[in-house]
């Protein structure tokens, strides 16, 4: 089989050198490491994963953007062929985007604006506070059941209006009994 003129023998696979366009912008190939470490590995991880479904996507259909401006069209497309997918999740999918390619940070415009759209359309859930009452009948529960801290601690969270994870917070020096400022004994 003959190669084409100015190929070399090997069909240019090893010992080529590389071709770089000098006319497109340059930055970072991959991930610093220092840069990684801003974040947890959890989020790592779960950025990991919201990518790796986007590439296997992207892998399917034969699909290699060059540039935040198709990367931007291809997560919209990988929307839209995915009716199923939750907000959170293309949000996630975006956000691992831009994290491993830091350089597309505010270039995606497109994806940005789904996102804006999706969040002004859908429809926001909250969730229904604990009413006193029904707080003051778990706690005298978990009371009897010999949990009295746990009672006292949601007794104190719906009293305080805490998140669950800022009462979780809470140490031992940050609790002031009514004996220790003068109040009634306890």
Request: net charge negative; charged share 20%; aromatic share 10%.
């Amino acid at each position: 089989m003959a190669l084409p003129a100015g190929c070399p023998a090997n069909g240019g696979l090893w010992d080529a050198e590389p071709v770089f366009d000098r006319s497109a912008p340059t930055g970072p190939r991959r991930l610093d490491e220092h840069q990684a470490k801003k974040i947890t590995a959890e989020t790592t991880r779960r950025y990991q994963r919201s990518a790796a479904a986007f590439v296997a996507w992207l892998d399917e259909q034969g699909l290699r953007p060059h540039g935040a401006a198709e990367w931007d069209d291809l997560l919209v497309e990988y929307k839209v062929e995915h009716p199923e997918m939750s907000r959170a999740s293309f949000l996630g999918t975006l956000a691992a985007v831009e994290w491993f390619f830091p350089h597309f940070r505010h270039q995606l415009h497109w994806s940005h604006a789904v996102v804006q759209g999706w969040f002004q359309s859908g429809e926001t859930r909250h969730t229904v506070p604990l009413c006193f009452r029904q707080t003051a009948l778990l706690a005298t529960f978990l009371s009897s059941e010999g949990l009295p801290r746990l009672g006292v601690a949601l007794m104190s969270q719906v009293r305080l209006g805490l998140r669950p994870s800022e009462l979780l917070a809470l140490e031992r020096q940050d609790i002031v009994l009514p004996s220790s400022w003068g109040g009634p004994a306890g």
